[in-house]
């Protein structure tokens, strides 16, 4: 029992429960943006507003094609919805209090093979070459 409490209590346990609770009720809330508001604009455009009906036959086998329209659609909203409301502000706010690791972002070709490395590397991870302290150039590509 004492196992159990611990794991029980463990923070990454309660975090994941957490993330759970939190992923059901997006889940809810962007299903709903689907069926009520997506979903009209779909059906404005191509006249018909739920896919689920369409279906093909072939030798007695049917393929509701339209369900998998219907799951597409969502996916593609949930993925949207996650990276607008989720992951790009928090990239930003990540920025903004100095919690996010700006020098491994910065990368520049390698001297050796010109494959993009981080400028803070000491060894290319590609052609594994040492590289001096100063071997990036002076203003190094930034991705984000």
């Known amino acids: 029992m004492k196992e159990f409490r611990s794991f029980a209590l463990r923070g990454n346990v ?3 429960a957490v993330a759970v609770v939190i992923g059901g009720a997006f889940n809810v809330m962007i299903s709903s943006v689907v069926k009520d508001m997506i979903t009209p604009i779909v059906g404005a455009i191509f ?3 739920d896919f689920s ?4 036959q072939i030798n007695g086998s049917t393929f509701a094609y339209g369900n998998f329209i219907n799951s597409l659609i969502s996916f593609i909203v949930v993925v949207t919805a996650v990276f607008f409301m989720v992951v790009k502000p928090l990239s930003v706010l990540l920025v903004r209090l100095g919690l996010s690791d700006a020098e ?3 990368l520049a070709p390698c001297p050796r093979c010109l494959t993009e490395i981080p400028v803070a590397a000491i060894r290319c991870g590609h052609c ?3 590289l001096k302290p ?3 150039p002076v203003a190094p ?3 984000s």
């Open 47 to 49: 006249g018909q507003q």
């Open 14 to 16: 309660i975090d994941l």
């Open 134 to 136: 100063d071997w990036a």
């Open 128 to 130: 594994t070459s040492d």
């Open 53 to 56: 009906s369409l279906t093909f």
């Open 141 to 143: 590509s930034e991705t």
């Open 104 to 106: 491994s972002k910065q």
